[in-house]
């Protein structure tokens, strides 16, 4: 039998239901009472009311699963305005052992080496007119190394805002990143409660199963990226405004006020902004329209119109600031993990290989939402190597998503919550999974955060099915409490760049990136070490990371770069000119690297030439120094010595003046300068020249 809904306006009555709007028809069970009158309706009345809701927006006729055998939850449970707030308070308990961490890992693109940022107020054009990486790289081009480019100016807004007023301290940023993961939590618990609103008609279990589906989310461990991590404020920010969007589009279609519709269209054109990722809503609004109100397809997409709009605002906006470049696919590893060496060159993967290789990710993810250990920041290459259809995980996995797909398109049919969850997850996962496009690395906890929400509201639909409330809430509870002492323990990992690295350098002993960073961070502690002692073994430990990162990917600038430095301090300056050629010629136009290479050089010059006595190899190595920074006064001064040991004055004498016009203030350019003109016959020059030199610096007679 089927029963009407009416909701009367002012002090009408039940006898002038006529007077009712019609809100919503649903089965009942027999004997049910709700805050509304329910009256039969005739077969032949059916039909026509049913095409007066859709009209209207109203809910239609829907088809919920068979009551739960469950006895009703208490009062306690129902109180939203009491859950919200714990929730809320329980979320930043949960991560307030962040709030004293640093900038960590990628807050310099978006923060400490951001320039549009740290301009404050006047950096905010540049961040609304340029690619988001822009603003890091500083040049021209870099910014679409990663495929795609990026367009997130929203939050680099609100740094730029809170860098005007508190600069480079850490604290007020992670507050913020804190209280937006709490506000989210919440937000996700009200949107819950209006989703499953029909659902509840039927089962007084749904505010629990809404409660439920907050607390695993808030407590899931694999956030911890997300919320510790400051950049993680986009994920959260897209998150926020697409569950916002859902609560505005269903306050619109229960109550038909155009104004829910047009703040729908608005908050997920911010969502956009912020990160991409929010697309996937597109079609999330429009199935939860069709699961939990009833509707017709045509309908939902007509409901949720205001929402394609605003997407498709930010979609020409996106175009028009990147000049409607989507990028290519990049050839280097540390930008698109589907590449393999194939003799002496690299190439892409075959189909088969990436999506094995994809399959493999996938099931990835899903282990880590059921089992979140062990974690790590990088799952850059090789993390997961190569697969093919061969690998019993990847088949494991198949058939694992195999099985979602069939649950979700069966419950399709039958509007079951638990297929509207599966479908979250897997509409939501789509577009960080390199099939959809390719987003530059195999996977990162960071993009499990929006599908993490369809995952947790499964868990909890299917704990509402228990016998009893208390058991449901029980192992909610247990599950909650794992959680968030993984998160409590997870959290202390992120305080710094050089604790990160060296913990997940552990886990993620393949990647090729965090082998390069623990090196890199050694070099540059080993750079500022007096300790003659810990400075040679922190350079070895340095040496041993980039080596490792070279065997993964042999090509690696940085890692090369990092293993040239340790052979120069170690005195390897074969070896480090040997590196930094490399890495020139994999980035001809690198200033950096150049200079690096010539410093090596004149080195390595200076080296035979003083040490070795092969004046020859000393001048092959000092010129190509000087052809590579000829503003380089040390090298013109070698140049000079080695010119005049061999007895060509008139070539000494033209480098020593080169020194000295480079750099009129050192003392000791000009007394080499003097000593050259002495012994070339100009005794008085000589005399002069050296006198002005120990004028300038009455120590350098001593030092001579």
């Not at 039940?14 to 019609?22: D, K, M, N, P």
């Not at 950096?592 to 030439?609: C, F, W």
């Amino acid at each position: 039998m089927a029963y009407i809904f009416l909701h009367c306006k002012g002090r009408a009555r039940l006898r002038s239901w006529w007077r009712c709007r019609v809100l919503c028809i649903l089965p009942m069970a027999a004997g049910a009472q709700g805050p509304f009158a329910c009256f039969t309706l005739a077969p032949k009345m059916k039909k026509t009311v049913r095409k007066s809701t859709l009209r209207s927006g109203a809910v239609s006729i829907t088809k919920p699963a068979p009551a739960s055998p469950q006895a009703p939850v208490p009062d306690f449970l129902r109180n939203t305005t009491l859950h919200s707030a714990l929730l809320f308070v329980f979320a930043v308990l949960l991560y307030a052992n962040t709030l004293t961490h640093g900038f960590v890992q990628d807050d310099a693109i978006v923060i400490t080496d951001n320039m549009f940022t740290q301009q404050g107020i006047r950096g905010i054009p540049g961040i609304l007119s340029k690619d988001t990486f822009f603003g890091f790289f500083k040049v021209e081009g870099k910014e679409t190394l990663v495929s795609g480019g990026r367009y997130r100016p929203l939050t680099l807004v609100v740094f730029a805002l809170m860098y005007e007023v508190f600069g480079s301290n850490p604290l007020p940023y992670h507050l913020l990143t804190v209280l937006l993961f709490a506000a989210t939590c919440v937000l996700l618990y009200r949107a819950l409660l209006v989703l499953l609103r029909g659902w509840q008609a039927a089962h007084a279990q749904a505010a629990l199963a809404a409660w439920m589906s907050a607390l695993l989310f808030a407590s899931h461990p694999i956030h911890t990226e997300v919320v510790a991590n400051i950049k993680g404020c986009d994920e959260i920010v897209a998150l926020l405004g697409s569950l916002g969007t859902l609560w505005l589009v269903f306050r619109y279609a229960d109550t038909g006020r155009v104004l829910w519709a047009m703040l729908a269209g608005a908050v997920f054109f911010l969502a956009c902004l912020s990160k991409e990722n929010a697309v996937t809503f597109t079609v999330v609004i429009p199935l939860a329209l069709w699961y939990f109100r009833g509707y017709k397809i045509g309908t939902a997409w007509r409901v949720a119109l205001s929402v394609w709009i605003g997407f498709a605002v930010f979609f020409v906006l996106r175009g028009a600031i990147l000049n409607w470049k989507f990028g290519g696919t990049p050839l280097d590893l540390m930008n698109n993990p589907f590449l393999k060496i194939e003799g002496d060159r690299w190439v892409v993967f075959s189909p088969a290989e990436k999506m094995a290789t994809i399959l493999f990710t996938l099931g990835k993810y899903v282990q880590l939402l059921v089992w979140p250990h062990p974690l790590t920041h990088d799952y850059y290459p090789r993390f997961i190597g190569i697969k093919t259809f061969s690998d019993g995980a990847v088949l494991a996995s198949g058939l694992l998503y195999a099985g979602m797909l069939w649950l979700a398109v069966r419950g399709l049919k039958r509007r079951e919550p638990v297929s509207f969850g599966i479908w979250f997850y897997l509409l939501t996962i789509s577009i960080v999974s390199n099939i959809v496009f390719p987003i530059g690395t195999n996977m990162g906890e960071r993009f499990a955060f929006m599908p993490s929400v369809g995952f947790c509201l499964v868990v909890a639909l299917l704990l509402a099915r228990l016998p009893s409330w208390k058991t449901s809430v029980g192992v909610a509870l247990g599950i909650a409490a794992l959680f968030s002492v993984k998160t409590i323990l997870r959290n202390p990992v992120w305080v710094s760049n050089e604790r990160l690295f060296f913990t997940d350098a552990n886990t993620s002993v393949n990647s090729a990136k965090i082998n390069n960073a623990c090196g890199g961070l050694l070099f540059e502690k080993a750079q500022v070490e007096k300790d003659s002692v810990r400075r040679q073994e922190l350079l070895r430990q340095s040496l041993e990371y980039a080596e490792r990162a070279l065997r993964i990917y042999p090509n690696y600038k940085d890692a090369l770069i990092t293993r040239a430095g340790c052979r120069f301090y170690q005195q390897d300056f074969e070896g480090a000119v040997s590196d930094y050629r490399l890495a020139a010629e994999m980035a001809p136009d690198d200033k950096n690297v150049r200079t690096n290479l010539a410093v090596a050089l004149r080195e390595t010059g200076k080296y035979y030439g003083e040490k070795r006595g092969d004046l020859a190899r000393a001048l092959q190595y000092l010129r190509e120094s000087q052809q590579l920074n000829s503003n380089d006064p040390e090298t013109a001064r070698l140049l000079g010595v080695a010119y005049g040991i061999q007895g060509q004055t008139q070539e000494a004498l033209r480098w020593f003046q080169k020194a000295v016009d480079m750099a009129p203030n050192n003392a000791s350019y000009l007394f080499d300068l003097g000593t050259a003109y002495y012994l070339a016959g100009d005794r008085g020059r000589g005399e002069a020249l050296r006198k002005r030199a120990v004028e300038m610096d009455p120590e350098l007679a001593k030092k001579r």
